[in-house]
C-alpha cells in the first residue's frame, strides 16, 4: 500500500484516544470510519471531536484551526457499529482498551473483514507489536505497525511508530507519510519483545521511579518534586498531583 492509494483509515475503538486519531487524520484529508462496538460509545466519540474539549469546535473558537478544516472533520468522519464498514479500508488504527487478547481477537476478525493489502496499526500503550499480530496472516505482518500517540492526541503532537523486523519498507513508508499528513511529530522506534512501552512511557516511567526514590528518601515532598518538573521542563503535569496524561483528567 502506498501513500497515493490510502483514502479512508479505519480506526477501531472511539474512545479517549480513538476520537482524538480520527480528528487529526480527517484535519489531514484522508476519510476515516470508526468503528465502536455499541451506538452510546459512537455518539460519545462524534461529541468528543464535534463538541469535546479538544473538538473541532472549540479548537475554532480559540482560533487553533480555520473553520474550513473543523467543517472538513466533521463531513470525513463516519461512524459504524457495523465491522464489515472497515472492509475496504486503506490503513487501520487500532485504539480499543489495553487487553492483549482483545486486540489479537480484534486483528484477527478484521484481517479476514479488511482488504489484504491494508495497512494495520496498533496504538497500544506498550505491548510488544509482534504479538498483537500474533493471530493475522504472514502476508498481513509485513503490513502491521504500531503507533503510539499521546492524549490529548488533537494537542500533543507525538507519534511514535514502532516497527518489527516483518514490517515491509514499503508499509513504514506509508505509515510515516501518512503520519505527516495527519501533522504528526514522528519518533521511529523498534518493537522488542519482552518489553512493556517504547520511548515515552518507559522514559516517564523512569523519571516516576527516581522521583519516588526522591519521596522515600525524604528529600523533597510530592508537591516540591511535582513543581520542579512542571517549572523546569515545562511539562503540563508531573507525578503525584494532577496527573492528566491518560483519561479525560486534562
Ligand atoms: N488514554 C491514553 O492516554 C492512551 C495513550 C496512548 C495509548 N493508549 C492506548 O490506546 C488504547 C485505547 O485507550 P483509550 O484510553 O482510548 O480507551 P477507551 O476505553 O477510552 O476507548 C476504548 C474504546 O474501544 C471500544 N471497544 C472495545 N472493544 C471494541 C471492539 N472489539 N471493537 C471496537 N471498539 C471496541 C470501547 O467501547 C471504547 O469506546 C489502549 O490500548 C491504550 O493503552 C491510551
Redesign the pocket.
Known sequence: MKIEDVKRIGV????????GIAQVHAAGGFNVTI????QE?ID??RDAIVEGKWGVKRACEKGKMGFDTATQVINLVDYTTD?NDLADCDFII??????LD??Q??FA?LDKIVKPEAIFS??????VIQEIAEKVSDQRKTQFLGL????PVPVMAMCEIITTPQASTETIETAIAVEERANRAISMVKDMPGTYGFIL?RVFAAARREAQKILDDGLATEEDIDRAMITGRNWPAAFFGKRG???KQW
Open positions: 477501531v475503538g472511539g474512545g479517549v484516544m480513538g476520537g468503528r465502536d462496538i455499541s460509545a460519545a466519540s465491522v487500532e485504539a480499543v482498551p489495553e487487553k482483545l486486540k481477537d480484534v476478525e496498533s496504538n497500544t500503550s506498550g505491548f503510539h500517540y499521546s492524549n512511557n496524561g491518560i483519561g
